[in-house]
């Protein structure tokens, strides 16, 4: 559940408040899939790094963090989603101290401007968001950081946009998931005035593309040559001979090898970069 209720969002009034499961459970899941042969896992929450509420046992999330590094079997651990407000210093120097958590945050913005985030009631400002970015590429240097935006929320004039724009140049997210806004029956933002044309938001939609896509090539530009381990998920959709696998910073890579090798950590060169996905070949191919 979530407790936030963002004006935007349905998920409070269909899911109801935020529950934690057991730490003791969570651990011996680990245990279990470490066992088995499992190389990763993923920490799943609608506003994660709130982990805590309704335990009888004090436990934040940087602590399960810890605990979890120390499982056997185990390589790597994932989470999302973060919410920018509840992102403490405690967890950002877990993700620095834990050897086994990747170097990628999922930290939703939705918006640039501090008046679109005060209507959207995230609790934060553009400007401390901006801070909390510099904090944690501070303690982790070479994460990678992605985000979801929404475009034309009610009220949003092309000043609001453009100050988003703006943010996304100075963080340079490495991908954003984006979205035109659209009503959401029950939810205050949808009886609002306001509301910004269709056509408005579809031009503002592919203004913002334009820009992020630029910026995830470029980032992934700066890879070309380098070599970076891979976690082999398995065959290609694209091609029978090729594999495809995630590095520690959630870059999709594509690259020949045989469908037996999934599940194995491989060091993979990068030969040829594209926006939203790499190709290489295995170390010493």
């Given at each position: 559940?979530?407790?936030?209720?963002?004006?935007?969002?349905?998920?409070?009034?269909?899911?109801?408040?935020?529950?934690?499961?057991?730490?003791?459970?969570?651990?011996?899941?680990?245990?279990l899939?470490?066992?088995?042969?499992?190389?990763?896992?993923?920490?799943?929450?609608?506003?994660?790094?709130?982990?805590?509420?309704?335990?009888?046992?004090?436990?934040?999330?940087?602590?399960?963090?810890s605990?979890?590094?120390?499982?056997?079997?185990?390589?790597?651990?994932?989470?999302?989603?973060?919410?920018?407000?509840?992102?403490?210093?405690?967890?950002?120097?877990?993700?620095?101290?834990?050897?086994?958590?990747?170097?990628?945050?999922?930290?939703?913005?939705?918006?640039?401007?501090s008046?679109?985030?005060?209507?959207?009631?995230?609790?934060?400002?553009?400007?401390?968001?901006?801070?909390?970015?510099?904090?944690?590429?501070?303690?982790?240097?070479?994460?990678?950081?992605?985000?979801?935006?929404?475009?034309?929320?009610?009220?949003?004039?092309e000043?609001?946009?453009?100050?988003?724009?703006?943010?996304?140049?100075?963080?340079?997210?490495d991908?954003?998931?984006?979205?035109l806004?659209?009503?959401?029956?029950?939810?205050?933002?949808?009886?609002?005035?306001?509301?910004?044309?269709?056509?408005?938001?579809?031009?503002?939609?592919?203004?913002?593309?334009?820009?992020?896509?630029?910026?995830?090539?470029?980032?992934?530009?700066?890879?070309?040559?380098?070599?970076?381990?891979v976690?082999?998920e398995?065959?290609?959709?694209n091609?029978?001979?090729?594999?495809?696998?995630?590095?520690?910073t959630?870059?999709?890579?594509?690259?020949?090898?045989?469908?037996?090798?999934?599940?194995?950590?491989?060091?993979?060169?990068?030969?040829?970069v594209?926006?939203?996905?790499?190709?290489?070949?295995?170390?010493g191919?």
């Open positions: 559940g979530c407790n936030n209720f963002c004006t935007y969002c349905i998920v409070p009034y269909v899911r109801g408040r935020e529950r934690s499961r057991k730490a003791e459970d969570i651990l011996d899941e680990a245990r899939l470490g066992q088995q042969g499992y190389k990763e896992i993923t920490l799943l929450g609608q506003n994660v790094n709130s982990y805590g509420k309704g335990l009888t046992s004090p436990r934040d999330f940087a602590g399960l963090l605990e979890l590094n120390g499982i056997d079997g185990i390589e790597r651990i994932r989470f999302m989603t973060s919410h920018p407000k509840d992102l403490s210093e405690g967890l950002i120097f877990a993700m620095r101290d834990c050897e086994k958590v990747c170097e990628h945050l999922h930290l939703p913005v939705q918006a640039g401007s008046k679109t985030l005060r209507e959207m009631n995230r609790r934060y400002s553009r400007e401390q968001y901006l801070e909390l970015v510099e904090k944690i590429r501070d303690s982790v240097p070479g994460i990678s950081i992605s985000t979801d935006i929404i475009v034309g929320f009610p009220g949003e004039t000043q609001d946009f453009e100050e988003t724009l703006d943010l996304m140049s100075r963080v340079r997210f991908y954003a998931y984006t979205f806004y659209s009503k959401r029956s029950g939810t205050p933002a949808a009886e609002r005035g306001g509301q910004v044309a269709e056509a408005v938001k579809k031009e503002r939609f592919n203004r913002l593309l334009d820009v992020q896509n630029g910026i995830s090539r470029e980032i992934n530009d700066l890879l070309l040559g380098k070599s970076m381990e976690l082999v398995g065959r290609s959709r091609s029978r001979n090729t594999c495809t696998g995630r590095t520690r959630n870059k999709i890579v594509n690259f020949p090898a045989e469908e037996s090798m999934a599940g194995r950590l491989m060091n993979v060169k990068i030969r040829n594209q926006t939203w996905s790499l190709e290489g070949s295995l170390e191919n």
